[in-house]
């Protein structure tokens, strides 16, 4: 019999797995993301699809374990000196939107006739923003450690810690008979505060010492337990204080962050952050009663777009009143116009405290799933929205100059190559396309214009006619094509002297004519190789004529390459192939099958 239990319970966890493994993919392929992939397969799999599982709750409390070691890693990356730095924007921007949001919503639940109580319970569980979608998503584009990223995390951060101060609200609005048995608000606020305390007198005195002695074992399995004992123990006093187990572990991370044991520990709980994320999107899928879609689809379809928009409006503009520009702000109305999963405990809450019933919580929990399915692809449509128009009311626009030198594109590139051209005195009219860059110059003490240079009469208003000399220094390989195309068809005699991409670019900007052209890293690059030498104590002499071999070298094979020469020219894709300039002295050594099947194919 035990037998048989326990093949159920593997075959339970092999579908489990092989549902994610299929899913993701598959939905990754076609651009939607591994969460649908996840939400898609959970449904699929489900009491109300398949019938794998019964129990969805079982799995969403194991699962809730990869929300606690998500947070755990991003606290890892939290100072607590850059924490404190973030200070104005978890307890100014993030409550500003829980408040702002929260009002707006309850506005919506009273208008369409719910009772207040009730309207409170369904909005602001719609404002706490599902924490495992928005960081999945930053984490997949790269934005996490981004500054708009960092102000997403600080209002997750605040919308994790209201959580507290909402559950007791349910308590104390619920029905007197409701708040018997539940012990006195301060009490609870107590017992939190002593937790918090208890955690952080650990992080400071303990878990250091703690790390250093199991580092002398030399046991990679001991550390990789001990780090999970960091983040569950973390989790768990959290919890019992009342509080978010994720809160608990983002403290746990931040007390570890300028830890020497810290990059150890993230690549210790990497692993089991992803099953485990990936896990709760499965519960998350297999809770949508589909049961209640059916019947009642009407009104989630109406409180799924109501909320969703409202909350987005909110979000926007707390943004825009916090002074963050359209962009960034439109952005974060996609990611976080949804619910979350700290709304399915307040509504449990609300549920057993008797302000709204089994129905109601039913609707609003198939509610907050189907936003957190579609917040992807609120993310994805954001793409074809036209870009907004930059605010350029308090900007000089290119109109009517004549300086000696043209210079297009203005960031990090182009201000140190001003900087030669300033020194002499020499009058230089600088444009630039992007808004807040032409700000950010100004404070510099250079003078910007804003002028899109891929526009002729731009280029005609910035004085090309003009300049003896005409610089372009813009970051992006299509921008620069552009402005070269149109710069040798219109002013066929301009001097042109252009920052390269690649040397595929390089190739190509030659082809079309520029006086001279440099790669963005290959002076930075030839510095740092001759350093590196010097590093090693060759002399400098050495050092020089090294540099000026390969330099000659460098300027030969771009002459034949230039001239239809055979020096692996390209690959299958129409790419340079990277070749050594010098023979290398020692021959290639894969140290694995997937490094000897990649030599092999280089060869051939």
């Known amino acids: 019999m035990a037998a048989e239990v326990q093949g159920a319970d593997l075959a339970q966890l092999v579908v489990l797995l092989g549902a994610g493994v299929v899913a993701v993919p598959i939905f990754k392929r076609i651009g939607l993301g ?159 505060l002593g937790c918090v305390a208890a955690l952080v007198a650990a992080g400071r005195w303990l878990l250091n010492p703690m790390f250093r002695i199991l580092a002398g074992a030399n046991a990679r399995e001991v550390m990789t337990g001990a780090a999970l004992l960091v983040v569950l123990g973390s989790a768990l006093a959290m919890q019992f204080g009342g509080l978010s187990m994720a809160m608990g572990a983002f403290l746990a991370g931040v007390m570890l962050s300028e830890s020497s044991f810290r990059h150890q520990l993230e690549a210790d709980i990497e692993p089991f952050r992803g099953i485990l994320l990936g896990l709760f999107f499965l519960g998350v899928g297999m809770s ?133 051209l300033l020194s002499e005195g020499i009058d230089v009219t600088a444009i630039d396309s992007d808004a807040d860059m032409v700000r950010s110059a100004a404070r510099f003490g250079f003078k910007v214009y804003y002028g899109d240079g891929t526009r002729l009469d731009v280029l005609r208003a910035a004085g090309i006619e003009h300049a003896d000399l005409v610089v372009v220094c813009t970051d992006k390989r299509e921008s620069t094509d552009l402005i070269v195309e149109l710069i040798r ?21 030659r082809q079309q004519g520029v006086d001279f052209e440099i790669r963005e890293t290959y002076e930075s690059a030839f510095t740092f190789g001759m350093k590196s030498l010097e590093g090693l104590g060759y002399d400098e002499s050495h050092i020089a004529d ?30 340079l192939k990277p070749e050594p300039l010098v023979e290398p002295k020692r021959r290639s050594k894969a140290l694995n099958e997937a490094a000897e099947k990649a030599t092999a194919e280089a060869a051939e």
């Open 34 to 192: 591994s969460v649908i992939g996840y939400l898609a397969a959970g449904v699929a799999i489900g009491p109300f699809g398949l019938g794998f599982f019964t129990d969805p709750q079982a799995i969403l409390h194991v699962a809730e374990l990869g929300v606690v070691m998500f947070l755990f890693v991003i606290g890892l990356e939290m100072r607590p000196t850059r924490l404190w730095g973030l200070r104005r924007e978890i307890f100014g921007l993030g409550l500003a939107q829980v408040v702002a949001c929260g009002a707006l919503l309850t506005l919506i639940g009273v208008a369409v006739g719910l009772p207040l109580a009730a309207a409170f319970v369904a909005g602001m569980g719609f404002v706490l923003t599902s924490t495992a979608t928005v960081m999945q998503l930053l984490d997949e584009r790269g934005d996490t450690a981004s500054p708009s990223g960092q102000r997403i995390v600080s209002i997750l951060l605040l919308e994790d810690l209201a959580i507290v101060p909402l559950l007791a609200i349910v308590v104390l609005i619920g029905p007197a008979t409701s708040s018997d048995a539940h012990q006195p608000f301060w009490l609870s606020g107590l017992i939190a």
């Open 288 to 420: 949508l009663d589909l049961g209640v879609l059916v019947s009642d689809w009407h009104i989630i379809l109406a409180a799924v777009i109501g909320y969703m928009i409202v909350k987005a409006i909110g979000i926007f503009g707390i943004a825009r009143l916090f002074r963050a520009n359209r962009k960034e702000a439109l952005s974060r109305a996609a990611l976080m116009a949804q619910g979350g999963e700290f709304a399915f405990v307040l509504y449990a809450a609300a549920t057993t405290a008797g302000i709204i019933d089994g129905r109601t919580n039913a609707i609003l929990t198939a509610t907050v799933i189907i936003s957190m399915a579609l917040t992807p692809l609120t993310v994805m449509a954001l793409k074809w929205l036209p870009e907004p128009k930059p605010n350029v009311d308090d900007l000089d626009v290119a109109d009517g100059l004549e300086g000696r030198v043209l210079m297009i594109g203005f960031g990090r590139f182009g201000q140190i190559t001003a900087q030669f």
């Open 489 to 509: 068809s219109e002013f066929p005699l301009s001097k042109l002297y252009v920052r390269s991409y690649d040397r595929q670019h390089t190739l190509k900007l």
């Open 546 to 575: 090294v540099a000026e071999t390969i330099r000659e070298r460098e300027a030969a094979r771009l002459a034949i390459q230039m001239s239809g020469g055979k020096i692996s020219y390209t690959d299958i894709q129409g790419k």
